[in-house]
Each structure stands twice: as C-alpha cells, then as structure tokens.
C-alpha cells in the first residue's frame, strides 16, 4: 500500500489541502495520506525544509513525500522528482530538499551561503518534471501543486517510474542548513528554524554544537536569559532550554506558551554563551532566573 505525505504552506482553514488529496485519491483510491504540516509560514522554505527533515525519516521505505511550499509558483522553477535510496520526493527545485540532499551527502554545499544549484552525490536521482500528459488539465498557474505535483505523486505511488514524467537532471537547488555561528565575543548565535504548536523555539544550534565541558551555558532569547539546560519538559521551570526529539535547542515556557511570552518569530536571535567557572556564577544563576520568570 503506497504511503504519500503532504507538506504545505497552506493551512487548514482553505480547501487547498483537500484539494491536492482529492486529485491524488482520484488517480490512486489506495494510497494512505499523511499530513506532515500544513502550518509552513507561508513561502518560507527553509522552514519547509527544516520541519520536512524532521519528519521522513521515520516513514516505510519508498514513501512519496510530496512537498508543496513554493513562492515560484507559475515562474520557470522547475519541478521535480528526487529519488533517494529511501523514499521519493516531490516538490519544487527552489530548496526545500536541501536536508534531504544534505542527510544524503554532508560535503553538499559545506562551503557556501546561499543557495544555488548543486550536483547531486552519488545515489540520488532527479527527474524534472516536464511531460504535461500527466497534468491535470488546464493547469492554473497558482495552483502547481493540484495540478502537477498531485497527480504526478499519485502516479509514483502506483508504480510509474521518475523517468516517465520528464528529463533527467543531475544537479538541484541547495541551501546550506542553517547552522550557529561563533561570534567574537565567544557566544554561539543561531536562529528560531520553527515553531511548534506548544510554542516551542526550535532553533538551529544542535546538540552537537554544545561546549563539550559541563560547564552551564546561559542562552539569551528575546533579551531574556537563562541558565542551563533541561533534560524534560517536565523538569523546566519558568522560561527553559532543552534539547528537543530532533536534537535542537529548543525555548519552552512551563504551562504556557513561549512563542507568545516572548514574541517570537522564525528568524529571531538565539545566542548561547558558556559559563565562566568561579567567581560570579551564584549571582549569574539568580539573575538568570529572575529574567526567565513568565510576567504576572
């Protein structure tokens, strides 16, 4: 049984969403749909592709993964099929692929800061979508994603091979992942990469880019601090960090919601600093706390 998710900028207050499943249960009456998100802000890619990565990784093998965030819409963009040795990716070739070509190759786009087409690694296959036989017709220029993804998706799912929907390509548009940056003052700044539906910050340090001592590291978000790290949500108290399933720092607010107490948005500014051993570090810890404490 074929398994195809839906990734979107679309929201679920419109009739898009049920749109592209009606095409695609029109064309496969079998195939189980999964919503992975609907909630992209809207036309933001790297969000897409951030939330995508944390998500497809977890599905059967061979699952379609079909990915509809695109500013592009009805421009010369490509669209395109990309074949991993995992599953099958639909979507636009502005971007939002760029983890999974990464999570393929890490050497991809290492050394570049902003996106731009790169070859694929070896093992992955991509086939720009050009044959409209396989469109639904008359394509509307605002809706590619009903239209063209939809039932190319479909098709995939009951066995048509990348090829038969257009032309072999051998390099995609990559972004690189947004990663931490170390700034002079030894601070490590990263940005808010997605926010859940509990308000949770999910930002770009991972945990790998912790200092590699115990020592307490204080992070400042939203000109609020605080000190350490969590080990669960139910551990925090007041405002906290900890490192979430995906393995980001996240910001969370115990019983509320962090995104609204702090008015936070994607792209904002998390910095991160290590903590100074000796002197200084009791009052560090209290201010620490104060700051981090919701409003009454």
Same mark, same amino acid.
């Given at each position: 049984m074929a398994v195809i998710t839906l990734t979107t900028d679309f929201g679920l207050t419109d009739a898009y969403v049920a749109a592209i499943k009606g095409v695609i249960l029109g064309i496969n009456p079998e195939a189980t749909l999964v919503d992975i998100c609907h909630n992209i802000k809207p036309q933001n890619i790297p969000q897409a592709a951030f939330v995508l990565s944390t998500a497809y990784q977890f599905f059967p093998q061979r699952? #379609?993964?079909?990915?509809?965030?695109?500013?592009?819409?009805?421009?010369? !963009?490509?669209?395109? #099929?990309?074949?991993?040795?995992?599953?099958?990716?639909? &979507?636009?070739?502005?971007?939002?692929?760029?983890?999974? #070509?990464?999570?393929? /190759?890490?050497?991809?786009?290492?050394? /570049?800061?902003?996106?731009?087409?790169r070859k694929l690694p070896s093992g992955l296959e991509a086939v720009a979508i050009t044959e409209p036989r396989f469109w639904r017709t008359p394509v509307s220029p605002t809706f590619h994603g009903r239209d063209i993804f939809a039932?190319?998706? &479909?098709?995939? /799912?009951? =066995?048509?091979?990348?090829?038969?929907? =257009?032309? &072999?390509?051998? /390099?995609?548009?990559?972004?690189? !992942?947004?990663?931490?940056?170390?700034?002079?003052? =030894?601070?490590?700044? =990263?940005?808010?990469?997605? #926010?859940?539906?509990?308000?949770?910050?999910?930002t770009s340090i991972k945990s790998d880019d912790l200092p590699?001592?115990?020592?307490?590291?204080?992070?400042?978000?939203?000109?609020?601090?605080? @000190?350490? @790290?969590?080990r669960t949500y139910a551990e925090g108290s007041g405002l906290f960090a900890l490192i979430g399933s995906s393995g980001y720092l996240e910001i969370a607010l115990k019983g509320g919601n962090a995104k609204a107490f702090?008015?936070?948005?994607?792209?904002?500014?998390?910095?991160? !600093?290590q903590q100074p051993e000796g002197v200084g570090e009791e009052r560090e810890d209290k201010k620490a706390w104060r700051q981090s404490q919701p409003a009454s």
């Open positions: 699952t #379609i993964h079909l990915v509809v965030v695109d500013p592009g819409v009805g421009t010369e !963009r490509k669209a395109i #099929i990309l074949r991993t040795a995992m599953a099958d990716f639909v &979507a636009p070739d502005n971007g939002v692929l760029s983890y999974v #070509i990464q999570e393929s /190759s890490p050497r991809v786009m290492a050394d /570049s800061v902003k996106i731009q087409p039932p190319v998706a &479909a098709l995939l /799912s009951l =066995g048509f091979p990348p090829i038969e929907f =257009g032309e &072999a390509v051998t /390099s995609l548009k990559v972004s690189p !992942r947004p990663r931490p940056e170390q700034k002079p003052d =030894g601070s490590l700044e =990263g940005h808010i990469l997605h #926010i859940d539906n509990f308000g949770n910050l999910i590699p001592t115990k020592q307490p590291v204080t992070i400042e978000v939203a000109n609020q601090f605080i @000190l350490g @790290l969590s702090l008015d936070a948005e994607v792209g904002d500014e998390v910095k991160l !600093r």
